[in-house]
């Protein structure tokens, strides 16, 4: 393989390690019969019962044909049912069933071990950098789209 010029690039190791982190997550979902597009709306219609579709995109920057896409996969696996809101007909509320209820803290758990491993990368780096030193760059850099 030829070597990379770019490969001590910051947009290189992020990409890498986004891809990583990532395929190590879905290993996690696997087993509870979700990926890494849809853990996320379950986390986030436990915390917020009756946010609508638009809410999502917004809250995740992703394409609302996305957002779209994996809400009816997990309306139709029975994790999550929609409601017409009552001020507005266009509107759906989303929230959790029964069953996507009972898989949260299995998701919860899944997620929560990739942060303690992810954590453990920082600590191990040298100049020990903290998580939320390193929460802060990543923030910052989402905001370059500003």
Same mark, same amino acid.
């Given at each position: 393989? !030829?070597?990379? =010029?770019?490969?001590?690039? !910051?947009?290189?190791?992020?990409?890498?390690a986004s891809n990583? /982190?990532?395929?190590?997550?879905? $290993?996690r979902l696997k087993?509870?019969?979700?990926?890494?597009?849809?853990? %996320? %709306? !379950?986390? =986030?219609?436990h915390d917020d019962?009756?946010? @609508?579709? #638009?809410?999502? @995109?917004? /809250?995740?920057?992703?394409?609302?044909?996305? +957002?779209?896409?994996?809400?009816?996969?997990? +309306? #139709?696996?029975?994790? +999550? +049912?929609?409601?017409? /809101?009552?001020?507005? *007909? $266009?509107?759906?509320?989303?929230?959790?069933? =029964?069953? *996507?209820?009972?898989?949260?803290? =299995?998701?919860?758990?899944?997620?929560?071990?990739?942060?303690?491993?992810?954590?453990?990368?920082?600590? /191990?780096? #040298? *100049? $020990?950098?903290?998580? *939320? #030193? %390193?929460?802060?760059?990543?923030? $910052?850099?989402?905001?370059?789209?500003?």
């Open positions: 393989m !030829i070597p990379d =010029k770019n490969d001590q690039t !910051i947009m290189k190791q992020l990409h890498t990583i /982190a990532i395929r190590v997550l879905e $290993r087993p509870l019969g979700v990926n890494s597009s849809q853990y %996320f %709306f !379950i986390l =986030k219609l019962p009756g946010v @609508t579709q #638009d809410q999502l @995109t917004r /809250a995740d920057s992703r394409h609302q044909s996305n +957002v779209n896409r994996e809400i009816s996969r997990l +309306v #139709d696996m029975g994790l +999550v +049912v929609k409601h017409q /809101a009552a001020e507005d *007909g $266009r509107r759906y509320e989303l929230t959790l069933t =029964k069953a *996507g209820e009972e898989l949260y803290p =299995k998701v919860k758990a899944a997620l929560d071990a990739q942060e303690r491993a992810l954590s453990e990368c920082l600590s /191990a780096a #040298d *100049g $020990r950098m903290a998580q *939320g #030193d %390193f929460l802060s760059v990543l923030h $910052r850099i989402s905001q370059l789209d500003s």
